[in-house]
């Protein structure tokens, strides 16, 4: 497929379960994002990844929440013991430009459709 | 701290009249500006940018977006909607000074456009 794949689509988890949500990126595309959007609010920001460094992972919530992308194109998402404020759609992004003042900044980015969590 | 404002959490336009969905920004240094729409149940996708040049930018669908430097704003625009337009639409900022994630944006809370018959 040519965009980015997210699975699984929907996710329901007991509170205090660990869940693990899935990103396909563009192929090649350099960097990848997780935001965290919340019913009726814009996405938030929660990490970003050149490649397979994690650059950025000033926006996770909380130590229960953490990314990983070891071979620099798919990437995990994983929370560890679900809360309800855990609830909330995750989306993931990328894009082709990597590092420099420049190559990023005026890229756009490419979502997938996202992850609707709901912890009950 | 960079920031994004839609001050209008829906706007409700009659099709074939004109559109506007606003935004106002704030950044330490100056700004790229983006506007995203979102479907329901679907990701966001890119409409159009502001990084430099012509205020006036030309995007997707048929939109286009007045940057003003003096009012710190960003408002979409439309001359004639269309019922398929009918979406949230995002604002979004990434502070071309910022020092942090090169990637990052700050998004709005998003307006919810409805365009009737």
């Known amino acids: 497929g040519a965009g980015v794949s997210q699975s699984p689509r929907y996710k329901v988890a007991k509170r205090g379960q660990d869940v693990a949500l899935r990103c396909d990126p563009i192929s090649g595309h350099v960097s990848l994002f997780w935001y965290q959007q919340a019913l009726g609010q814009g996405p938030e920001f929660l990490t970003y990844?050149?490649?397979?460094?994690?650059?950025?992972k000033s926006g996770l919530p909380s130590d229960r929440f953490f990314a990983e992308r070891p071979e620099g194109s798919v990437s995990t998402l994983k929370i560890q013991r679900t809360q309800q404020e855990d609830s909330a759609v995750y989306l993931c992004a990328s894009s082709p430009a990597g590092t420099g003042p420049l190559s990023s900044y005026n890229s756009p980015l490419h979502f997938g459709n996202g992850t609707r969590l709901t912890v009950t | 701290a960079q920031s994004v404002a839609q001050p209008e959490d829906q706007v409700n336009v009659a099709e074939g009249n004109p559109l506007t969905v606003k935004c106002t920004y704030s950044?330490?240094?100056?700004?790229?500006l983006f506007w995203y729409v979102q479907y329901p149940n679907r990701g966001l996708q890119f409409l159009l940018k502001?990084?430099?040049?012509?205020?006036l930018v030309k995007g997707s669908y048929g939109f286009e977006a007045e940057f003003n430097k003096s009012q710190t704003s960003f408002h979409l625009k439309k001359p004639s909607a269309l019922v398929s337009d009918s979406a949230l639409y995002f604002c979004?900022?990434?502070?071309?000074?910022?020092?942090?994630?090169?990637?990052?944006?700050?998004f709005g809370k998003g307006t919810k456009l409805s365009v009737k018959p």
């Open positions: 990844f050149q490649n397979e460094a994690q650059l950025d």
């Open positions: 979004a900022v990434r502070d071309k000074d910022y020092g942090g994630s090169q990637g990052n944006l700050i």
């Open positions: 502001y990084i430099t040049g012509d205020n």
């Open positions: 950044v330490s240094g100056n700004p790229y």
